[in-house]
């Protein structure tokens, strides 16, 4: 760690090689809180590279306990007529965290919306750690229960169409690094790396970032771990998703392909919105508003939830534009499915074993 830590402070990329050893290092507790704390900052300084963000991934990815989402899924692709169950849609709508803008959670309420349209959602989440209210915190305070067993989980996704899979009680190794994190406060490497490690392996993505420089390469990361299609989203300032607020700049893997572009809401056919009318609070704010749009609210925030959802239709393969994305998540609101998805989890969860680590 240390010679890894000298060459972060030397602005010098590390290798993949390198960078597996020392996320192996962290993993498995071999490193001291004083270096964790030190690699995050100098990491951080220095600005991670596809490589290092996708290395950090793989390692973290193979610590975490897996969970097997695709029993009896069905093909959404409307691409393809022949179901391969190894390309089954697993969707995860999740943010970097971090962005300091204080909005409710878009990416949970839009999981319900998609999820309410047919789509399977593996939500993976954690509570808040860089903001005021994590997906974990809000679902919570919905009702739902987080401490659920992996079996029952994979029978959540299957049967329900959406599971909750909170991220301490998956990737367990990461515990190590918790403390030095909160202790630093920095959005940092592990921002990026907690929607990268879904452990239902979503091949369908929509991935929200703080940073307009970060589009590109998080869709790059997102092809070298064999994600099938997503996009990746930072809305004008720091928002981690698709914003009302003003122009979002969109970078779509598609075909293994990365194209990058900027909308507007009146690209769709809506209105920009003032920040203000997006915000959220905490959890029990946040859970109020969620019910509010799954309850057919008309406002800013029905509005944000439907140009995020217009975009995992799309990365599902259920929708070629973001209007017709949009009018099915409408439908998905409207006809009371969306509601049904959270009441069905909460009553779902209610039931299940504690999680027991194996």
């Not at 994305?325 to 989890?345: F, M, P, V």
Request: aromatic share 4%; glycine share 10%; hydrophobic share 40%.
């Amino acid at each position: 760690m240390k010679a890894v830590i000298a060459k972060l402070v030397k602005n010098e990329n590390l290798t993949e090689e390198e960078m597996e050893h020392a996320m192996e290092t962290l993993m498995t507790g071999k490193a001291t809180p004083a270096q964790i704390g030190a690699f995050i900052t100098a990491m951080r300084i220095k600005g991670e590279t596809v490589e290092e963000i996708t290395a950090a991934a793989r390692v973290i990815r193979a610590h975490a306990t897996p969970v097997n989402a695709r029993n009896h899924c069905r093909s959404v692709n409307i691409d393809r007529d022949e179901i391969n169950v190894e390309e089954e849609t697993i969707l995860d709508t999740c943010g970097t965290g971090g962005d300091g803008t204080h909005t409710f959670n878009v990416s949970t309420a839009t999981a319900f919306v998609v999820a309410g349209a047919g789509v399977k959602v593996a939500k993976h989440g954690n509570r808040a750690v860089s903001s005021r209210c994590g997906s974990a915190d809000v679902l919570a305070g919905l009702g739902v229960n987080l401490d659920v067993n992996t079996s029952d989980v994979e029978t959540c996704i299957n049967m329900v169409g959406i599971g909750f899979l909170y991220a301490p009680l998956f990737h367990g190794a990461m515990r190590l690094v918790a403390a030095p994190r909160q202790e630093i406060g920095l959005r940092s490497l592990f921002n990026l790396l907690g929607p990268l490690c879904n452990p239902a392996g979503a091949n369908a993505q929509v991935l929200g970032v703080y940073d307009m420089t970060l589009t590109e390469k998080m869709a790059s990361v997102l092809h070298r771990l064999g994600t099938r299609a997503g996009f990746v989203v930072c809305g004008e300032g720091t928002f981690d998703e698709i914003s009302i607020c003003g122009p979002t700049k969109i970078s779509r893997l598609e075909e293994g392909h990365v194209t990058t572009s900027f909308m507007v809401p009146e690209d769709v056919g809506m209105v920009t919105a003032p920040i203000e009318t997006i915000r959220g609070g905490d959890a029990a704010e946040n859970a109020a508003i969620i019910l509010a749009i799954l309850n057919g609210e008309n406002s800013p925030r029905r509005d944000m939830v439907l140009l995020n959802a217009g975009a995992a239709f799309m990365a599902a393969g259920l929708d070629r534009d973001f209007q017709g994305g949009i009018d099915r998540a409408r439908e998905s609101i409207d006809s009371g499915r969306a509601l049904q998805k959270l009441q069905n989890l909460i009553a779902f969860t209610r039931q299940c074993t504690a999680f027991c680590r194996k």
